[in-house]
């Protein structure tokens, strides 16, 4: 459980584990809060020989009695704009320690969204997947309490939710494949938007056969554990425009039949963040009640090799009757898009999106932290504008008319992969686009930036990190108005 509380005490009185101040350039500790001047100037003076950085997230821990609480953490603000409050309080959350308790902030946010911005990075800053993890004779750390100085109701109420949707997707990435397959992460689907109400369907593998998801099928087909297509709606009265969103869902990917190294398997049960960012999504502009009709799709399957699994040459059928030739088994997460962006583009959506972590040339093109984003321009850049806003990393990425000519086949419609290996993350861009025919439509490859293999950094943390979430939510938003 998430715990918030505005605060407007004085800080220094605040009964706490720990404090959490801000500084800026000249190592001065500075807030908006309730805090007296002279403790305010003392803090400075003591943190000084420890030249504490204004830089976003450089973090500087000191003991004072001036103040109630034993630590207090001094974090760099950067320029103090919303997204450099999410990153230094995610650092500051971290910097309270693992078992951080009761937690007084008194960062300078002055506005709502400022706010929201200090608590959205707290709640994603100090996330931890422990669950199995074996428990200490101390038992399981208790979820912190934060309290934050100045912060309005809504802002906490938004800042929650919002988290909340990120920090879910990040538990489904980080949850092993023994425990999440295509039928269990259906039933997750079922329990997490229960209440909330969205309309969920589910198709299992005789359905999706049966209504000619070939590229379900193919993908699922070398493994025990058959494929689900899964749909989710919010649709809330009124609404005058639906966005639909498709997410790519393979629970495990070993590339199949053309077997991916063992490095190169080590993160694949990442390979599901799209369809959990769009399970988020969803179930976030249900609780925010957004005025606009929001489809989820997630396009779910475990891609493994086995006597019963495609072979690179086959020739599948997918959803909508277009045929394509697999080259690579391991380009399994376009033929799911495939059947998922057919089936949402029949319902005429407003606009068509999809995340997937798809190539690695995306991480090639542009690294570990900033998303590819291909497809209508007006779409494209309404997304890449919206991240600039929620504060993640996400770049306009162009789709080459000549590069379609390597998706040509002697044999089918389509291949699943260019005859040239140069440019992969926007060949696979132009497969996808045509399957969202004249629908407005944007492509998000997060392939990378949906997995931090290193350290903790700002508001991220290691392993899945619920990238797409707060971008896809503020690009809903600016569609109704909100």
Known sequence: ???????????????????????????????????PEDIRTALTETAR???????????????????KAPRVVLVGLGEGNDADLRESAGAASRACGKRPGRIAVALPALTDSACQAVAEGLLLGSYRFDRYLTP?????????????????????????????????????????????????????A??????????????????????????????????????????????????????????KGITFDTGGISLKTNDGMATMKSDMAGAAAVLGIVCAAARLKLPIAVTGWLCLAENMPSGSAQRPSDVIRVHGGTTVEVMNT?????????????????????????????????????????????????????????????????WAMPLPDHLREGLESKVADLRNVSNDRMGGMLTAGLFLREFA??????????????????????????????????????????????
Not at 362 to 381: E, F, I, K, Y
Request: charged letters at 20%.
């Open 1 to 35: 459980m998430i715990r918030l509380s505005a605060s407007s005490d004085d800080v220094a009185e605040i009964e706490a584990d720990a404090l959490i101040l801000g500084i800026i350039p000249g190592g001065e500790v500075t807030t908006h809060a309730n805090l």
């Open 49 to 67: 020989p420890l030249e504490p950085e204004a830089k976003v997230g450089a973090t500087t821990i000191l003991a004072s009695p001036l103040v």
């Open 136 to 188: 200490k004779s101390d038992g399981p750390a208790p979820e912190p309490e934060w309290l934050i100085a100045g912060a309005s109701d809504s802002a906490l109420a938004r800042a929650v939710i919002l988290a909340e949707a990120v920090n879910g997707a990040r538990d489904l990435v980080n949850t092993p494949p023994l425990d999440l397959y295509p039928e269990s992460f259906a039933e997750t």
């Open 190 to 247: 079922q329990t997490a938007t229960s209440g909330l109400g969205v309309d969920v369907r589910v198709w299992n593998a005789d359905q999706l056969e049966k209504e000619g998801f070939g590229g379900l099928i193919a993908v699922g087909s070398g493994s025990l554990r058959p494929p689900r297509l899964i749909r989710l709606e919010w649709k809330p009265e009124g609404a005058r425009e639906t966005v639909a969103l498709v997410g």
């Open 330 to 394: 391991d380009a399994e997460g376009r033929l799911v898009l495939a059947d998922g962006l057919d089936r949402a583009r029949e319902e005429k959506p407003t606009v068509l999106i999809d995340i997937a972590t798809l190539t690695g040339a995306q991480g090639l093109a542009l690294g570990a932290r900033t998303c590819g984003v291909m497809g209508t321009p007006s779409v494209r850049d309404a997304i890449v504008g919206a991240a600039g806003e929620a504060g993640e990393g996400m």
């Open 437 to 482: 025919g004249d629908t407005p439509w944007a492509h998000v490859d997060i392939a990378r930036p949906a997995f931090n293999e290193g350290g903790p950094y700002g508001a991220t943390p290691s392993g899945g990190t619920g990238i797409a979430v707060r971008t896809m939510l503020r690009f809903l938003e600016n569609r109704c108005g909100a």
